[in-house]
């Protein structure tokens, strides 16, 4: 504030008093934009209010504890106005400080998801507040796919959305499949010079689309959102992913997809969609690689959890794992597997030579028998 407006301050203090001052103060402050002094305002006037000192130098922790509670209901809500303030000047950055300070990301995630940074500043800042602190990691990522393409939005992908909530990490690979996806479909029918149509009919129509050189986008981008999508339940998320799966199982030899199994091909990829659905010719395919062991055996392990056969769960990883450190594992481990039936678990526990789980599972079997013979 400059010497005018502190001089107005002094008259109101004289006129009206000092809480008319701090009042004046905040709507002063307000008028400005001013967020920090704005929120030191609020934080005066509740001191007043409650009457502690109104310089804050020692911790909040050493104020009485009758005024602590009402003390921090006033941090709450001069966070609370400081951030509106930095919102209403398209100031997502600031208002993160003080909604982070009470733990609230949800003005700021409604914020981003209405607006558009100005094309002069630098998104990298943005792009940390969204996906970096899951502040609205999926206005982040349609930003850079939006900005910068389907090659960066799949690196921020994979360095960030480990720490996502869950319903985000399944939402950005829908984003991430349908951009690929389209990338394709679009390449597909500019180059049969048609109308975009599902790629299994664009390719059914127009087989000399997969000539010698046909590949057509990025073959690593396609490889990634199929292997993203293979656990993710989205029925359209799932339906694109198995129509790029048609197109890689059709793609020349030269371009087509090699690793290990049980992912070796684009056909493993198309199988364990199928397996999903209780396709028992897929089913059987995961069955032969479990007997490999390792990632074989673990994602057969899954696919029949998936299926509700836990039994067969059960017993395949019965057989491969029963000498495993279950946190090593891709799949759930034996106890985790077992969990539902003590008798198994027993068994399983004595096998193992582990006294404690073995004794926690007698204990919950003698609760059962006790239950069912009340």
Request: aromatic content about 8%; hydrophobic content about 45%; proline content about 6%.
């Amino acid at each position: 504030m400059n010497d005018e407006l502190l001089a107005e301050l002094d008259g109101v203090w004289s006129d009206q008093g000092p809480d008319a001052a701090i009042a004046q103060a905040i709507t002063l402050l307000t008028a400005a934009g001013d967020a920090t002094g704005l929120f030191y305002a609020l934080l005066l006037q509740a001191r007043r209010r409650l009457g502690v000192d109104p310089v804050p130098t020692r911790p909040t922790s050493e104020l009485p504890e009758s005024v602590l509670d009402e003390y921090e209901v006033a941090i709450r809500e001069a966070a609370q106005a400081a951030g509106r303030l930095c919102l209403a000047r398209q100031d997502p950055l600031s208002a993160w400080g003080y909604y982070r300070l009470i733990q609230e990301p949800g003005p700021v995630r409604e914020f981003l998801e209405g607006w558009s940074p100005p094309e002069e500043d630098d998104p990298g800042p943005f792009l940390d507040l969204a996906m970096q602190q899951n502040v609205a990691p999926l206005w982040g990522l349609k930003l850079i796919l939006k900005q910068q393409g389907v090659c960066t939005a799949l690196s921020a992908f994979a360095a960030c959305a480990a720490g996502w909530p869950a319903a985000d990490r399944t939402a950005g690979t829908g984003l991430l499949v349908a951009a690929v996806h389209e990338q394709l479909t679009g390449a597909l029918a500019d180059t049969a010079g048609v109308a975009p149509a599902p790629i299994p009919e664009l390719l059914a129509r127009h087989p000399e689309l997969m000539g010698e050189d046909g590949y057509y986008i990025d073959l690593s981008h396609l490889a990634a959102v199929v292997q993203l999508s293979l656990d993710v339940d989205d029925a359209a998320t799932v339906a694109k992913a198995r129509e790029l799966c048609e197109f890689g199982r059709r793609l020349p030899e030269r371009f087509a997809f090699s690793g290990a199994r049980p992912w070796a091909t684009y056909e493993d990829f198309a199988a364990w969609f199928a397996a999903r659905e209780g396709d028992e010719a897929a089913v059987a395919r995961f069955r032969e690689y479990a007997a490999g062991g390792g990632e074989c055996t673990e994602t057969y392990v899954n696919l029949l959890r998936r299926l509700g056969r836990h039994g067969e769960a059960v017993a395949v990883a019965r057989e491969h794992f029963l000498h495993e450190d279950d946190r090593s594992l891709r799949c759930p481990g034996l106890y985790e597997l077992a969990n539902a039936d003590p008798k198994t678990l027993s068994d399983i526990a004595r096998d193992r030579g582990d006294a404690v789980h073995y004794l926690a599972a007698r204990l919950r079997l003698q609760e059962k028998e006790s239950r069912s013979g009340g």
